[in-house]
């Protein structure tokens, strides 16, 4: 069980959701200051079990978890809320103001992602409960969130979606980026920008880059997955090269109406021959956002681009 937890700091815990059962797919992030904890993220409803195991072996009863902060409404992000307020119906939800409706009326959300995962949406995201009205708190741009032992500031970040925020602890200096920080494995020097269909704006996105470069954070929290200190520079310049690198790749092969299928084989060609130098196992980048989704979201960028510029 212990293995499911990675101590950050001394009040903030990762716990590994163990998605699919695999490590290192998708994180939540604990804070306990010994009588009141939060989480950043629920994972989806299908990790709950895991995710409560979890907050328990951290030693945090259940009573005590009071607020869930999510960064978007993405499934793999917060999924779970709705079962947790069944739970625990004293607990508080977080959301941005686009997402709130989705949470309240989950329907559009979930038809949309049965659009992508057809059959397999209940194996792989559980049963998605509706979030009460009166659990859920809406949170605005720079707004500041008291959880345990700490203060959180939120930052609008669209570009991955509209319904994004990131997420500063202005104790610890660390950043928890949901998407908009990208996907990076623990020990692997490769971030995967994450860009599904129907709300990737590239432009957004840089522009989130750009504010989000300027905090200077100690350390990047993605969701997917894990602490990175060091040279954040490094990460957030890759994260922005690769995000624009594959967008002009995708945009020239849409401009030379190339099929979604050949558009597929050479961004997955691009990506198997980085991975390559690199020495290192892609699957778990695969798990947590793959290259159908990705290469789906930016077709869909460019074809409404294109179309607008004609
Ligand atoms: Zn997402």
Not at 37 to 60: F, R
Not at 121 to 134: N, T
């Given at each position: 069980?212990?293995?499911?937890?990675?101590?950050?700091?001394?009040?903030?815990?990762?716990?590994?959701?163990?998605?699919?059962?695999?490590?290192?797919?998708?994180?939540?992030?604990?804070?306990?200051?010994?009588?009141?904890?939060?989480?950043?993220?629920?994972?989806?409803?299908?990790?709950?079990?895991?995710?409560?195991?979890?907050?328990?072996?951290?030693?945090?009863?259940?009573?005590?978890?009071?607020?869930?902060?999510?960064?978007?409404?993405?499934?793999?992000?917060?999924?779970?809320?709705?079962?947790?307020?069944?739970?625990?119906?004293?607990?508080?939800?977080?959301?941005?103001?686009?997402?709130?409706?989705?949470?309240?009326?989950?329907?559009?959300?979930?038809?949309?992602?049965?659009?992508?995962?057809?059959?397999?949406?209940?194996?792989?995201?559980?049963?998605?409960?509706?979030?009460?009205?009166?659990?859920?708190?809406?949170?605005?741009?720079?707004?500041?969130?008291?959880?345990?032992?700490s203060t959180v500031r939120a930052f609008d970040t669209?570009?991955?979606?509209?319904?994004?925020?990131?997420?500063?602890?202005?104790?610890?200096?660390?950043?928890?980026?949901?998407?908009?920080?990208?996907?990076?494995?623990?020990?692997?020097?490769?971030?995967?920008?994450?860009?599904?269909?129907?709300?990737?704006?590239?432009?957004?996105?840089?522009?989130?880059?750009?504010?989000?470069?300027?905090?200077?954070?100690?350390?990047?929290?993605?969701?997917?997955?894990?602490?990175?200190?060091?040279?954040?520079?490094?990460?957030?310049?890759?994260?922005?090269?690769?995000?624009?690198?594959?967008?002009?790749?995708?945009?020239?092969?849409?401009?030379?109406?190339?099929?979604?299928?050949?558009?597929?084989?050479?961004?997955?060609?691009?990506?198997?021959?980085?991975?390559?130098?690199?020495?290192?196992?892609?699957?778990?980048?695969?798990?947590?956002?793959?290259?159908?989704?990705?290469?789906?979201?930016?077709?869909?960028?460019?074809?409404?681009?294109?179309?607008?510029?004609?």
């Open positions: 069980m212990t293995s499911i937890l990675h101590r950050l700091t001394e009040q903030t815990t990762a716990i590994d959701l163990q998605f699919q059962g695999r490590p290192n797919v998708i994180a939540a992030y604990l804070f306990y200051d010994g009588e009141q904890a939060a989480l950043i993220e629920t994972g989806p409803a299908s990790t709950v079990d895991t995710l409560l195991e979890g907050v328990q072996a951290a030693g945090v009863p259940l009573e005590a978890l009071r607020q869930l902060i999510v960064t978007h409404i993405h499934l793999d992000h917060s999924g779970g809320a709705g079962v947790l307020t069944r739970q625990l119906p004293w607990v508080r939800v977080y959301v941005h103001p686009v997402g709130a409706p989705h949470l309240v009326d989950p329907s559009k959300l979930l038809a949309s992602a049965s659009r992508i995962y057809g059959d397999k949406m209940e194996s792989l995201w559980g049963k998605i409960l509706p979030v009460p009205q009166a659990n859920l708190i809406v949170v605005n741009d720079q707004d500041e969130i008291k959880i345990p032992g669209p570009g991955h979606a509209r319904h994004h925020h990131a997420y500063l602890d202005t104790n610890s200096g660390l950043l928890f980026t949901g998407d908009v920080g990208g996907v990076r494995m623990p020990g692997v020097s490769y971030v995967r920008p994450p860009t599904p269909p129907p709300e990737l704006d590239i432009e957004a996105w840089v522009a989130s880059i750009s504010k989000l470069r300027a905090l200077n954070a100690t350390g990047l929290c993605p969701t997917h997955f894990g602490l990175f200190r060091g040279n954040l520079h490094w990460h957030w310049n890759d994260l922005e090269n690769r995000l624009l690198d594959w967008g002009q790749l995708v945009r020239g092969l849409v401009k030379d109406n190339a099929s979604d299928d050949e558009i597929l084989e050479q961004v997955k060609t691009n990506a198997t021959a980085e991975f390559k130098k690199l020495d290192v196992d892609p699957s778990a980048y695969d798990v947590a956002v793959s290259y159908e989704s990705l290469v789906a979201g930016y077709i869909r960028y460019w074809k409404k681009q294109l179309e607008r510029d004609k």
